[in-house]
């Protein structure tokens, strides 16, 4: 789960992170009365979605004069940002967040991201900061410096000072960025984050750190003992038909191609993406029903998987073994004739009551394609695909 910059920070904050002086609005005369109260000589005005690259997207501005802050928020309030992370729906701005601007003159990277093959927690810092990360990582990977935490020593003092001198950062911010480093460390751990990274995180001219970025993202699986951190859950910032997904229990991924999948277990469902990638198709989506699927469950999964306009043939793959066939087919009928389903519908079934499936498919008289294994119907996709009805 992603938080916006506004609560990353308060959570910061908590933790004994400097973070500059702000105040969240939601509209225009609270941004006036923002102004009012903080320093208004310069302040910054920064979009609030769950996305980085802001900055080169124009979600984020120095302003001068109240004049200039009254026209920015107009413009960003309410409308649509996309930058280099959101992809081509973009994110819906709702909130701002006004903060007096900071003077620096230095930004650096720190962050803190799980490293599974290594099964631990690293620690990442750089000089070079900014919006230019991604390339500084790219072009210059050495001016990245990582350091992978052994987990029962944690955070201690050898780590930041090795950084700081692999990054080429003077030794004498050692204790300012060892609090926040530690800080952030603990933030990590106690909140079950998958990342937490501020960037930058800059020197301001009195030699003070402020965090003037912050980015958190919590792993799903452990939210349910952080209510604290579920009830900052943002749903419009989320894809939506993951977020109705959800609802049903269904494990639900939207991706970039035009076959829409329904597999139940996940290994299944990976085993399906990669069958339509070597017949030269896109999955539309991850869609994993789960093994106790209900007839209603699979019902929801293929009304979300029509209502992606992205998906031009369905491709049902199930190996009925808690989830039987015969079930499946039951909610696969009732969903087709509920949502007057168009779109072609190729479907491979093995397992429990398998043959009791296909006579429930075959007597509902509705056009379904049907296939004896994985292989064939993955062709059979393709086919579909390559037709012209359905590409034009
Ligand atoms: P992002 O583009 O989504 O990562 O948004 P950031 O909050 O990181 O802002 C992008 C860039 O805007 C930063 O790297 C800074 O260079 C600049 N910026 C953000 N806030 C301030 C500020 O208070 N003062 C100044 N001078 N620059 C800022
Ligand atoms: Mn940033």
Partial sequence: MKIHEYQAKDLLKTYGIPIPKGITIKNKEDAIKAWESLNKANLVVKAQIHSGGRGKAGGIRIVNTRKELEEYVSHLLGSTLFTEQTGDEGKPVEYLLIEEAVEFKKELYLGFTVDRSRACISMILSSEGGIEIEKVAASTPEKVVVENIEPLLGLKDFYITRALVSAGIDAKYFRKIA????????????????????????ITANDE?????????????????????LSLRDYKQENPLETEAAKYNLNYIKLKGNV?????????????????????????????????????????????????????????????????????????????????????????????????????LKEAGLKFITALDMGEAAVKVAELLGKKEING
């Fill in 209 to 229: 750190l402020l965090a003037v970025d912050a980015k958190i993202n919590f792993d799903d699986n452990a939210l349910f003992r952080h209510p604290g951190i």
């Fill in 260 to 360: 829409g999948c329904m597999v139940n277990g996940a290994g299944l469902a990976m085993a399906t993406m990669d069958l339509i990638k070597l017949v030269g198709a896109e999955p539309a989506n991850f869609l994993d029903v789960g093994g106790g699927a209900t007839s209603n469950m699979v019902k929801e999964g293929l009304k979300i998987l029509v209502s992606d306009k992205d998906v031009k043939v369905i491709f049902i793959n199930i190996f009925g073994g808690i989830l039987r066939c015969d079930t499946l087919a039951n909610g696969v009928v009732e969903a087709a004739r509920e949502l007057h389903i168009e779109l072609p519908i190729v479907i491979r079934l093995e397992g429990t009551n398998v043959e009791e499936g296909k006579r429930i």
């Fill in 179 to 202: 609090l926040v480093a530690k800080g952030l460390y603990r933030l990590f751990i106690e909140k079950d984050c998958s990342l937490a990274e501020i960037n930058p995180l800059v």
